[in-house]
């Protein structure tokens, strides 16, 4: 491609980026910094191994970044190990796999449609066919975890692993339960917090960790506002963290990015400034403002509502149009979000029945309870015109 189509493309992007009100709960705006850390000869460079034990001559800054970047994700989630090496949410999550259990071994995670991750052991995945995965769900009426059902199921079926973790539940979950349960059943206990990372270290959720989890994976692009790319946390198990490590380099990936670590120590040190809980703060009073204005309009959340970044919204049960159809209307009027399955969905996830909603991005912009209240109003007018318009062109028989 010639580098003016390239300029033009990024040009374009970036306006894009501006115009829209972006509202998809899993991605968010880095800052100049992030950028320019990405954008660095860092990149040029080969790194596999560790800090002092390298494949390659000439690590010295790459062995500083790194061990930079591996004490900051400590400090911040209050942990002694970390690998920031995986270079996605779904590799972190492979490696603590493999690097923890034996081929076979049974898994305990959260159901897809249920709010549960694709590598949390969905049947498409490659993943499905190495470990066995099952699964726990949400209870219809409540909106939360059936927690009885799943303890009755980890007792019973003694998985090797418990995995709490969501990528579009919206509600907290009971972590103390969890590594209860998980102590109990001889399982060890991981947290996915890719979505909520943020949160957890704006201190405005809790950290698993306090609440006695071995491990924690999560991405670092969402609510952590870094670059793309994933970590893996160890509490204070040095035999894990070895496991783990072996389990990323070389049992998964070759040469680690290290633009992207470099990138990671950026964002881990402005997530350390004290502007960013206010930032975690703000994104949560900005749902709840959202929320509000769903209530009042009788607009039906599933899960019953929110208690971190992100809203689900069965747009088939509440305007008659599919998640797909809901997308597509928004986006056309500049608001972007996800269609999004939703628990025991009949359709398919190609076309599902809902949406996401979610504030990281939004707030980073700016936006405050009061804007986000009028972009809620704005989402209803649109389904609504949607939903009448439906009604008036159907033929009376
Ligand atoms: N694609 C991410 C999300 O939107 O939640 C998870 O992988």
Excluded at 112 to 137: E, N, P, Q, R, W
Excluded at 158 to 177: E, H
Aim: proline share 4%; net charge positive; hydrophobic share 35%.
């Amino acid at each position: 491609m010639k580098k003016d189509k390239v300029s033009s493309l990024i040009k374009k992007e970036e306006k894009r980026q501006k115009k829209v009100i972006n509202l998809i709960p899993s991605e968010n705006y880095v800052s100049p910094a992030v950028l320019k850390a990405l954008g660095s000869v860092f990149t040029n460079k080969y790194s596999e191994g560790y800090p002092g034990s390298r494949y390659y001559s000439g690590q010295g800054n790459m062995d500083d970044a790194e061990n930079l970047t591996i004490s900051l994700a400590c400090k911040i989630f209050k942990c002694k190990y970390a690998n920031v090496q995986p270079l996605s949410g779904a590799m972190a999550n492979w490696a603590v796999y493999f690097g923890l259990l034996k081929p076979g071994d049974k898994i305990l995670a959260m159901d897809l449609s249920h709010g549960g991750h694709l590598t949390h052991g969905h049947s498409a995945t490659h993943i499905s066919k190495i470990f066995k995965f099952i699964f726990y769900i949400t209870d219809e009426k409540t909106g939360k975890i059936d927690f009885k059902k799943l303890e009755k199921t980890a007792l019973k079926e003694k998985p090797k692993m418990i995995l709490a973790g969501f990528s579009s539940y919206t509600r907290s979950l009971d972590w103390k339960k969890f590594a209860g349960l998980a102590r109990e059943a001889g399982a060890i206990s991981v947290a996915d917090i890719s979505h909520i990372a943020g949160l957890v270290a704006g201190g405005v959720l809790e950290n698993p960790f306090n609440a006695g989890f071995d491990v924690i994976t999560t991405t670092t692009h969402k609510t952590l506002r870094g670059p793309r790319g994933g970590m893996i946390l160890i509490r204070d198990n040095k035999l894990l963290a070895e496991k783990i490590n072996k389990s990323v380099f070389p049992g998964l990936q070759g040469g680690p990015h290290m633009n992207n670590i470099l990138a990671k120590a950026v964002c881990f040190e402005e997530v350390l400034s004290p502007s960013f809980k206010k930032y975690a703060r703000q994104i949560l009073k900005n749902t709840k403002a959202m929320e509000k204005v769903f209530r009042q309009n009788n607009v039906e959340m599933v899960f019953g509502g929110t208690d971190n970044h992100m809203i689900l919204i069965d747009t088939t049960k509440n305007f008659g149009i599919s998640g797909e159809e809901a997308q597509g209307i928004l986006e056309k009027s500049g608001i972007n979000v996800n269609k999004n399955v939703i628990p025991n969905d009949t359709r398919k996830p190609a076309d599902p029945s809902g949406i996401r909603i979610g504030t990281p991005a939004v707030t980073t912009r700016g936006f405050k309870e009061k804007d986000c209240e009028r972009t809620a109003r704005k989402i209803i007018t649109l389904l609504v015109s949607r939903r009448e318009a439906n009604k008036s062109t159907k033929i009376e028989l």
